[in-house]
């Protein structure tokens, strides 16, 4: 590292050959490193004869292709991406330096909104063609209809975490209180899905406003320890409260949602004979894409509606500084609790479309992996952001879905090669260099709620992320 | 209505476990003046702000602060006796502050605060810590968000009206320009004035300033006085403020409190307190006997 700052601290103040010298040294220099721990672990490797001797193999071939690796990489570091690198590490004023950034972003995201949603309006569509048939494409839909939970999620937990700062780790609750709720309602009730959807939504609500008052008076991990445990103990009271949620073995046979009541069947008075269609399963499953957009339409409708409004504004207020806002007259308590309660809304409207979708539900759904998958989405996205969070559901989503499809990876690394076996590797790898080349998400700045004259990006080193 | 008692506090008193940090301190605050709180530093000042904004529930006290002229301090025991925050009289009312939580102390009694060390929402832009401050009457203006989602709009029309009121404040501090600039860019001097300008977007009767010149230069220092000076006579808004700065203090206001250990040692006009021996004591320190016993004592032995 001293060696680095010193040869570009160097190559800053002269020219440029002096910077490529410099360069050069610096990446021979991490040859020799690379040479150095080559030899004891790379150039001779040992291996057992016929006779069962051990005999050492030579492999220069092997050790001179890591070296030469490491010094075009060193070098094209230093040289081709080593400006920015600089110029990130040079040390700026932070107090003079203007903060905003006049955004291109803006007028991007008023083509790429529409672009965004017609690309999901046409979705089944276009993966229906390119598969060649509606029946064909269903892996593609079911995908989409993952992805767009997960987005939906994501949204909804974003409010809490991104726009309030209050860390939240059992978001997963809230799915899952939405879940049962229709399951429940619509096993034992024979309520319809369009009815159960906003009780599920309030029931998930309340509960949020439940988790919210013992836990408004806690800040940073003690608020996220506090979460957790209630996202376990949910957990836990799904699988202990037999007589209701069936326990561990789950609801099963939860009834199918309707096209505003026509089922999706082959009778008479089923959605395709209604609309003259030849019936095929598949209808299901497009509707279900499309109940999962609109859903997630609306949270993202709901969420960027409410943060032009003053409660959202107090969100985000809080989260930048909670005595302050108590000094102009905002009520944390309600602030704080309207933010875990639309949150949870969301989650439970979630977790509704959820049963629906699986027809069973049962608690292994809702484990703590699930909550840290979402809030994992909302912080890779950056905190607060839309467009972030819906990149980082694609990613983090159907990247890993995407592994399957590497079969031809066989034909190098052998037949017994699994690429969604390192999908947790690559999700690890994925998070570190997340966290070294964008440590507040993929899109970190905040966009101002309002403005006078000209709409600037704020960056996110002015943004605070909350302490709870 | 100027010149009327607005604020009073009365045997205030705030113990941190053993500590006393204010003793049995009352005094008044007229409406449509500075009153300005001094002391060295350790004095309790900042302590009676909290306790003044609510953010501290005081040991014992009361601290009353009375709504359209002191007639309403007529039912400060009737109202203290019931155990009520708040008594409406005719055209006015009184607020017991000691009784409130911090958030209304604002928004109902109207009692502003600022911070000794500026707490702006730094990663919002000027004019949306402008609006955050107009949280309570936008808040019924969208109908608890309910009528605000659907974009009703009356509840535009409101939001443009608190926008007029933060451009007024903009221009009245000399931040226009920089509107769209999220508020931890701005430099110092203009955070001072901008955490000002965001309290009085609450609209209050009573402006609490913690050490409003700290840091700032004497030119910045000067423009201080004006805007507090236009704040009382233009706003009607009266104000209580603690400084370090003796120029500011001594210029500005029409009352000073003199604090030292948590005890008020004197109460007067700014010439009144000039000249007193007990302030003076305070602040440079006396000679008193304890004093010159203790050097007598070092000098013998030497």
Same mark, same amino acid.
């Given at each position: 590292m001293a060696v680095l700052s010193q040869s570009t601290a160097a190559g800053a103040k002269t020219g440029v050959p002096d910077r490529l010298v410099s360069a050069l040294k610096d990446a021979g220099f991490a040859t020799l490193v690379m040479l150095g721990l080559c030899v004891p672990l790379v150039t001779l490797r040992t291996d057992s004869e016929e006779g069962g001797q051990l005999i050492l193999v030579p492999r220069l071939g092997l050790t001179a292709a890591l070296c030469l690796a490491v010094f075009f990489a060193r070098l094209g570091y230093l040289t081709v991406w080593g400006k920015q690198a600089r110029a990130a590490r040079q040390p700026t004023s932070r107090k003079e330096a203007i903060k905003t950034v006049a955004t291109p972003r803006y007028s991007l995201m008023t083509i790429g909104l529409p672009l965004a949603l017609g690309f999901a309006l046409a979705y089944p569509l276009l993966v229906t063609l390119i598969n060649g048939g509606l029946s064909e494409a269903r892996y593609w839909i079911d995908l989409g209809i993952l992805v767009l939970t997960y987005v939906m999620l994501g949204w909804g937990l974003n409010i809490v975490v991104?726009?309030?700062g209050l860390l939240d780790l059992g978001y997963v609750a809230f799915y899952a209180i939405g879940a049962y709720s229709y399951a429940i309602l619509s096993t034992t009730f024979h309520i319809s899905f369009w009815l159960c959807l906003p009780i599920a939504g309030i029931l998930a609500a309340t509960w949020g406003v439940l988790l919210g008052f013992p836990v408004l008076r806690l800040r940073g991990d003690y608020l996220a320890i506090v979460t957790l445990a209630f996202g376990e103990i949910i957990r836990l009271v799904l699988i202990n409260w037999v007589p209701v949620t069936n326990g561990g073995a789950g609801i099963a046979s939860i009834p199918r949602a309707s096209f505003f009541g026509l089922p999706f069947n082959d009778d008479d008075n089923g959605f395709a004979a209604f609309f003259g269609l030849e019936f095929s399963p598949m209808h299901r499953i497009v509707f279900l894409f499309y109940l999962i957009l609109a859903l997630a339409t609306l949270t993202s409708l709901v969420t960027t509606r409410l943060r032009r409004l003053p409660v959202g504004r107090a969100w985000e207020a809080l989260r930048e500084d909670e005595i302050a806002c108590r000094s102009l007259g905002i009520n944390t308590t309600t602030t704080k609790l309207t933010a875990f309660a639309t949150g949870a809304l969301f989650g439970g409207l979630a977790g509704s479309f959820f049963a629906v979708r699986q027809g069973f539900v049962s608690p292994e759904s809702f484990n703590f992996l699930e909550s840290a998958i979402i809030l994992a989405i909302v912080v890779l996205g950056g905190m607060g952001s839309q467009v972030g969070v819906v990149i980082a559901a694609v990613v983090m989503i159907a990247g890993p879905e995407m592994l399957r499809n590497l079969g031809f990876l066989k034909a190098i690394f052998g037949e017994n090669f699994d690429p969604s076996e390192y999908r947790l590797l690559i999700f690890g790898l994925a998070m570190v260099v997340m966290m070294i080349w964008r440590p507040r998400g993929l899109v970190s700045t905040r966009e101002p709620t309002v403005f006078l004259k000209e709409r600037k990006s704020i960056s996110s080193d002015l943004v605070k992320e909350g302490h709870g | 209505m100027k010149g009327e008692t607005l604020l009073r506090v009365e045997h205030l008193t705030m113990r941190f476990g053993g500590l006393v940090a204010v003793n049995d301190l009352s005094f008044t605050a007229k409406a449509g003046d500075i009153t300005a709180l001094i002391g060295p530093n350790g004095a309790g000042k900042t302590t009676v702000f909290n306790c003044i904004t609510g953010f501290y529930k005081p040991s014992e006290g009361r601290v009353a602060l009375a709504h +359209? +002229?002191? =007639? =309403? !301090? =007529?039912v400060i025991e009737e109202a203290t006796a019931k155990g009520a925050r708040s008594l409406k009289v005719e055209d006015g009312a009184i607020h017991l502050l000691e009784r409130m939580p911090d958030y209304l102390v604002t928004q109902h009694a109207r009692v502003a605060r600022t911070f000794q060390n500026i707490r702006l !929402?730094? +990663?919002?832009?000027v004019l949306e810590n402008l609006l955050v401050a107009q949280h309570n009457p936008l808040m019924l203006a969208s109908g608890y968000s309910v009528l605000g989602i659907l974009g009703l709009s009356s509840y535009t029309t409101r939001q443009k009206e608190a926008v007029e009121l933060a451009k007024d404040w903009l221009e009245r501090i000399g931040l226009t320009d920089r509107a769209d600039d999220p508020a931890g860019d701005l430099p110092y001097g203009a955070q001072r004035r901008l955490e000002i300008a965001r309290a009085m977007c609450t609209k209050p009767v009573l402006l609490c300033l913690d050490e409003p010149a700290a840091g700032l230069n004497p030119r910045e220092s000067l423009e201080l006085n004006t805007l507090l000076r236009e704040i009382r006579d233009r706003d009607a808004t009266s104000l209580l403020l603690i400084e370090h700065d003796m120029t500011v203090v001594m210029e500005i206001s029409d009352h000073v409190v003199v604090l030292d250990y948590g005890v008020k040692i004197a109460d007067g006009s700014p010439e009144q307190v000039k000249n007193d021996p007990k302030v003076i004591g305070a602040y440079l320190g006396v000679e008193d006997e304890e004093v010159a016993a203790v050097e007598a004592e070092v000098e013998g032995r030497a």
């Open positions: 991104g726009l309030a | +359209g +002229g002191e =007639a =309403a !301090f =007529a !929402f730094s +990663g919002m832009t």
